[in-house]
């Protein structure tokens, strides 16, 4: 996340090493080959789930217009990883305007994604806690929800054009060329780290976390509200996946600003930063599959996958004993399919 804060002796953004001194081990082939993973499955979850809620899903709903800007911001971290991944196999070979294009891109997809989890924590909050207190703002609420991702896009926009502009290629001694931050003075560095610390990183979790507790207590003790339960698991479980993943980079990079001797230090917190640096570029993957969690969902990718049911076709008893007729030596994926999605509703 924050990479390009902690850059020092003019190395790659997805490189940092504490000190030349110390000999590190990159493990540029292991990360290389896990960024390529995490970039496969990523785009084939998030297309899916963003050709469901587009063609599928009804977008008059507010989450179905979260979710699918939460994902629009996935695809566009993930589209960076193949270009990282080329990074650590060779070196950096796709000039100043990519490097300055895809540190953009990063920062963009991963800050806008953490707003809009605040803001998404923020309307389900106003839902469920305030429910009847904004009568008036309950009755826009896709509106404000359309307004909120198109804000969220502008915003992360706006305040990842200094990172990506700042950013340049550097020519090391061997010849090769790095994509890296570019220099600033070590107290615009500070300001800059912890500003985004507490504004991009502390100030939504305190923020989710406060909700979240509001919500789940209001949950649990008004009979009524116990339908809600679904969706709300599913926000807390976008959530706590986006910090679980997030918060150890964030660590580890902190560290990495510090100003350590002690070599054997350096190699551990080294091996943390990548192991971790993994973890939360994992985060790409893991949306599309909570949100299978989703009965509907699942419904969805069961006519995708093994039906022959149109997906705008309504299901019926009819059908699913029109085809119970037609089976002859085993079981009907189509009738498979209907039933489970009978069974689910």
Not at 125 to 137: D, E, I, S
Request: net charge negative.
């Amino acid at each position: 996340m924050l990479d390009s804060l902690t850059e020092t002796n003019n190395q790659s953004l997805l490189n940092e090493n504490p000190i030349e001194l110390c000999p590190i081990n990159d493990h540029g082939q292991i990360r290389a080959t896990c960024f390529l993973l995490i970039f496969a499955l990523s785009m084939v979850g998030n297309c899916l789930l963003v050709y469901a809620l587009v063609c599928l899903e009804d977008l008059r709903r507010v989450s179905n217009i979260f979710f699918l800007c939460l994902a629009s911001f996935d695809i566009l971290v993930t589209l960076t990883l193949p270009f990282w991944a080329v990074d650590h196999l060779h070196h950096w070979v796709f000039g100043i305007a990519g490097c300055q294009l895809l540190i953009g891109a990063f920062f963009v997809g991963q800050h806008g994604g953490l707003m809009l989890l605040t803001a998404m924590t923020l309307d389900r909050f106003c839902t469920v806690v305030l429910k009847g207190r904004h009568t008036a703002l309950s009755r826009q609420r896709l509106l404000c929800a359309r307004i909120v991702c198109t804000a969220t896009w502008v915003i992360s926009i706006a305040a990842c054009l200094r990172e990506a502009l700042n950013s340049r290629t550097v020519e090391t001694e061997d010849g090769v060329y790095l994509c890296e931050y570019g220099e600033v003075g070590e107290l615009e560095e500070s300001v800059g780290y912890y500003m985004q610390i507490i504004f991009l990183f502390l100030l939504p979790f305190v923020i989710i976390v406060f909700c979240y507790s509001c919500i789940l207590r209001t949950v649990m003790s008004v009979p009524n509200m116990r339908g809600r339960q679904p969706t709300v698991v599913l926000m807390l479980c976008i959530v706590t996946a986006f910090f679980t993943c997030w918060g150890p980079y964030n660590l580890v990079l902190y560290l990495l600003s510090l100003d350590i001797s002690d070599c054997e230090t350096q190699k551990y917190i080294s091996l943390a930063h990548h192991i971790c640096q993994i973890l939360a570029y994992s985060h790409c993957c893991i949306n599309p599959v909570l949100y299978m969690l989703r009965p509907r969902f699942r419904t969805i990718l069961c006519r995708l996958v093994c039906c022959s049911v149109p997906a705008s076709q309504p299901i019926s008893l009819s059908h699913m004993s029109h085809n119970a007729v037609g089976m002859h030596d085993g079981p009907n994926p189509s009738t498979m399919c209907v039933e489970m999605m009978l069974m689910e509703q």
